[in-house]
């Protein structure tokens, strides 16, 4: 059974409630991999981590803001150069924080750069791929129909008032972008792990037959025409079709670092 959550501001239940559990599971090399996280926030996930005996390093915009783990929290910001060693990491996470990224590309790229070849990168973001929030970018292009989509009076957060801050969520990507820019970089998408589904996103399953039959037919034109790319064209029409991805509220992606020769 896991333990209750703590609240922990700017981070969802369920990136938290899947981390707890990925924690949990037992390996016992957890004390010969080194984890970083590149947007520790309160520092309650790197807690989880090396609670389960992992070798963890902490990094953040703002790094006074760690208070729930023992180690140092030191500056990192992700739109220039990592201050991280080429191939240290044997797991990279970034939370809650790639939506808030002009960048996105660099990010992958640096990631890339200081994961080992067989190293794990987990991604955790809204959902923009989910029916629901299809639905929302229709009606509203916002994350969520009760919610407006950021504008000039809230696109940039100052932090305890100083002129340093991030952007709001200006730049939420969707599976199929993410999935694009890791592969551009090395990185294999291994798995999409399921999160709490949305009711609304349920609802909306009236249109999967539509939504299925369109991919389907990309999906046959794509592999005739370049059938030797079929496999790629294949893992884009399964996760398009996906019910982790059409239903789930939350994304959490799990990468894996493909070997690149000469590295």
Known sequence: ?????????????????FFQYYTSKKDTEHKQKIVIDLSA????????????????????????????????CKFIDLQKSFPIEDRTADLVLCSETIEHLPNQH??????????????????????????????SQFMMESEHYATPAPNELNAFV???GKSEGYFSKLF?????????LAALNHLKLKIIHPSKY???????????????????????????????????????????TSMDVLLSKHLIMEFSKREVSGT
């Open 198 to 240: 949305s009711s609304t996103s349920v609802w909306m399953l009236w249109v999967y037959p539509i939504l299925f039959f369109l991919n389907r037919k990309a999906y046959r034109k794509q592999a005739q025409s370049d059938p030797k790319n079929k496999d790629t064209y294949q893992s884009i029409f399964k996760i398009n």
């Open 106 to 135: 660099h990010l992958f790229v640096e990631v890339s750069r200081i994961l080992k070849s067989g190293g794990i990168f987990i991604l955790t973001t809204p959902n923009s791929s989910s029916l629901r929030s299809r639905f």
């Open 172 to 180: 939420i990507s969707g599976v199929l972008r993410l999935r694009t």
């Open 158 to 160: 100052s932090w305890d």
């Open 1 to 17: 059974m896991t333990a209750a959550l703590p609240e922990v501001a700017h981070t969802r239940e369920s990136a938290l409630q």
């Open 41 to 72: 926030g309160s520092g309650y996930i790197a807690h989880l981590f090396e609670d389960a005996g992992y070798q963890v390093q902490l990094y953040d915009l703002f790094p006074q803001q760690n208070k729930f783990s023992n180690s140092l």
